[in-house]
Each structure stands twice: as structure tokens, then as C-alpha cells.
């Protein structure tokens, strides 16, 4: 088993810095569940334009608000504390920061490495050279 905490992770390689956005990535590839897990924070009253056509996403608002704008269809969904929004679609999207701060608990498939950024469309690249190294898969004994 793996244990971190968000605290520990502050400050630290796994601490990214957006512009519109701060994003502390707690679980990455070398941790090899095949998904990873990220705190990203939205900045009240910002817009960012996203588009992960390499990876799909989910996204669950833990406090603040804000909202996503889906870019083929126009519509506008609002976020609040409760709401998850799934880029089932690697739908290109804005996501607006509201009054407040956003905090959002992120997973994506497959997972980031940790180096990646935006590129111009909003999206990641999956050829980044990995942040960490993957640990070797030991069998479990007894
Ligand atoms: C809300 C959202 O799209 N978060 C993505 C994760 C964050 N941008 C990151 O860790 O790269």
C-alpha cells in the first residue's frame, strides 16, 4: 500500500503551477494503478481552454464553484461541491473558475506521468519522459 498526504506533496515536483491553475498530482504512472489522481485547484474568474483527446478524465468538485463549457454543443454546466463532470468523449471543453477558488479531485486514464503541461489545444502529450521512476512489480510473498 501507498500512503501520502496532500501536505507532503505541497512544494514538491508533484506541485504543478498552470497560471489559471494549480494542480498537486498525489498519484502518477510509476505508481502503476493505471489511473492517476490529482488536486487541481481553479482560480475564481479564470477561463482555460481544455481539450485531452489523449486521456479521459473525471472530475469532482470538492468546494467553491465555477462552471464547464462544453465546445460542441455550447452548453454550460455549473459545478458546486457534489458534482463530478466526466470527459467520457475527451471533450473539448472551458472551465471557468466562479467567486471562489475551485477545488477539484481529478483522476485521469491513462495516467499522467507528471511533467505534462498544456499544449496550445489544452491538451497533454503521452511521450513525456516520466517524472518518476516506476517502481519494479514485486510479487506479494505469503
Ligand atoms: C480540472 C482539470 O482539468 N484538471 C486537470 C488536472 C490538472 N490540470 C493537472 O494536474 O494537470
Not at 481553479?42 to 489523449?54: C, D, H, S, V
Not at 468546494?63 to 473539448?92: A, C, F, M, R
Not at 467567486?99 to 496550445?120: I, K, Q, T, W, Y
Request: charged residues 20%; proline residues 4%.
Amino acid at each position: 500500500m501507498i500512503v501520502r498526504t496532500l501536505d507532503e506533496c505541497l512544494n514538491t515536483d508533484r506541485h504543478v503551477k498552470g497560471g489559471n491553475w494549480e494542480s498537486v498530482r498525489m498519484l502518477l504512472n510509476n505508481d502503476n494503478m493505471g489511473f492517476s489522481f490529482h488536486i487541481t485547484t481553479i482560480f475564481a474568474g479564470t477561463q482555460t481552454p481544455i481539450w485531452y483527446k489523449n486521456h479521459l478524465e473525471s472530475v469532482y468538485c470538492i468546494s467553491g464553484n465555477g462552471e464547464v463549457q462544453t465546445k460542441n454543443d455550447g452548453k454550460i454546466h455549473k459545478i458546486e461541491p457534489g458534482t463530478i463532470y466526466i470527459l467520457d468523449q475527451n471533450d473539448q471543453h472551458l472551465l471557468r473558475g466562479g467567486s471562489e477558488d475551485m477545488v477539484l479531485a481529478c483522476v485521469f486514464n491513462p495516467a499522467l506521468n507528471g511533467r505534462e503541461v498544456h499544449d496550445e489545444d489544452g491538451a497533454y502529450t503521452l511521450d513525456e519522459p516520466p517524472l518518476f521512476e516506476s517502481e519494479p512489480m514485486i510479487a506479494s510473498q505469503g
